[in-house]
């Protein structure tokens, strides 16, 4: 088995005889624990994991340590240790050593003072008045008159912390909604600087939709002034971001919101932040590994991903009307059959094709009328017509509304071929004096 101890240091707020974080740090870790494993448990001040199961997951045992470590310290983490049982985990975080494998288990523990285990605490000036130093001098002693002088528990959490006696825990459920505060070490006058503050819930919020299998497209952040206020600054204020499609990437919703916090003015110090997840989507793992043996579809993916990303930082740098792309929507007429929208706006499902035929890479503003030679439009040469016609006749419901004119259309398209201009998407219409022809469209 691999455990993992997390460590947390006392929390202000608590008494000083208590020693301990507050049970609200102790949650928020736990919470963003769950994302690596279901077997989540706090103990004392501590949250403690077995993720032995999941080292393959997440890509093997160094790239575990890696990710936990660098996690777990922008969440106040003092201390991470690794071993074979929670509670010598513990025991090894609370004494500074992070990797309990160096040596055997039993052999580590031995060289640890007694303050490391909480069962023995109590009784720490008996056993020093014995000679005892460390959990080993404790382990020497005859197990019969531990037993007898002092409570059970002392040879229990030793025989647990050891590995010769089965440990029970208390799993935490993963919430069903996310909602985390914080209280920041300083006053901030100016908004962006709130962002130092808000990563770490960001943090905490991503290891959540982890656990879930979910992303986020909608968060909020509040802000509550301090008490030395203005009477007309108010408690606080919120900023609310959303994303075009679920995200758990810390980073990139770090950007997002750093774009909308330099926008934003406090009017008074802010001295509280709290995180909620407004609107939560499932979302998908990334199948990469799944496809070791190609490199271009995984590179691929990589920049459609992040040019997706770096659309939505420009759309909240710029405004959500200056980034805009293309999309198609659900219209046979070939002028409407696209449209420009904002890039922050999540694009329309993909429709099915309208037609066997192929349409036209590039669409000319204005179709472009042909001449006709021998009742054979002409463009560069005489056409071929290749496949066709396919027919549309659409939009009587549809009127401009600024010359309040129709836009009807009666077509026939046929794909053309030109020995000098190439592949030609062009239609038959008629017209008040006869039927012509027109060149729409292109093929690149």
């Given at each position: 088995?691999l ?13 000083p ?57 922008e ?30 288990l039993?052999?580590?523990l ?7 285990l ?9 056993l020093a ?30 025989d ?19 909602h ?13 600087a ?15 939709l ?6 986020v497209?909608a968060?909020?952040?509040r802000?509550?002034h ?9 408690e ?36 509280d ?5 407004d609107q ?11 496809l070791?043996?190609?490199p ?12 997706h ?9 710029l405004?959500p ?17 696209g449209?420009?929208?904002p890039?922050?706006?999540p ?19 204005e179709?472009l ?37 129709g836009?009807l259309?009666?077509r026939?398209y ?15 219409a ?15």
């Open positions: 088995m455990w993992t101890a997390l460590l947390l240091p006392p929390s202000a707020s608590q008494t005889s208590s020693n301990l974080p507050g049970p609200d740090a102790l949650a928020a870790v736990a919470v963003w624990a769950l994302q690596f494993t279901p077997r989540v448990a706090v103990s004392e001040d501590a949250v403690l994991m077995e993720v032995g199961a999941s080292t393959r997951l997440f890509g093997g045992k160094r790239a575990l340590r890696d990710r936990v470590v660098a996690q777990a310290k969440l106040g983490v003092a201390q991470v240790a690794w071993a074979t049982t929670a509670l010598g985990a513990h025991a090894l975080a609370r004494c500074g050593i992070e990797n309990g494998f160096k040596k055997p039993g052999v580590m031995d060289a640890l003072p007694m303050a490391c909480s069962a023995v605490r109590p009784h720490a000036t008996t008045q014995a000679g005892c130093r460390t959990l080993g001098d404790v382990r020497a002693l005859p197990r019969g008159g531990l037993s007898r002088r002092f409570d059970k528990q002392l040879l229990q959490a030793l647990r912390a050891y590995g010769h006696a089965p440990e029970v825990h208390a799993w935490e459920a993963l919430p069903d909604t996310f985390a505060r914080l209280e920041l070490p300083f006053r901030v006058e100016h908004a962006p709130l962002l130092q503050g808000a990563r770490r819930l960001l943090v905490q919020m991503c290891g959540w982890a656990a879930r299998h979910a992303g497209t968060f909020t952040l802000w509550w301090d008490a030395m206020r203005a009477k007309d600054a108010g606080g204020g919120s900023l609310s971001v959303g994303t075009a499609d679920p995200s758990r990437d810390v980073e990139h919703l770090c950007r997002l919101l750093a774009e909308h916090l330099a926008k934003v003015a406090l009017l008074a110090p802010a001295g932040l709290a995180l909620t997840a939560v989507h499932d979302q998908a793992g990334s199948t990469a590994a799944l070791p043996g190609l271009g579809l995984q590179d691929a993916a990589r920049d459609v991903e992040s040019l990303l770096v659309l939505e930082r420009m759309a909240a740098r405004g009307e200056a980034v805009r792309r293309c999309v198609t929507r659900e219209d046979h007429r070939q002028e409407w059959m449209h420009w929208q890039a922050a706006v694009p329309p499902r993909k429709l099915p094709g309208s037609t066997s035929l192929p349409q036209p890479t590039w669409v000319l503003p179709p009328k042909l001449a006709v030679r021998k009742h054979r439009p002409v463009y560069q040469g005489e056409l071929q017509l290749l496949a066709g016609p396919q027919c549309v006749e659409a939009g009587w419901w549809d009127r401009d509304d600024a010359t309040d004119e836009r259309v009666v026939d046929w794909l053309a071929e030109s020995r000098h201009a190439g592949l030609l998407w062009i239609f038959q008629r017209l008040d004096d006869g039927t012509a022809w027109f060149l729409h469209g292109v093929f690149g």
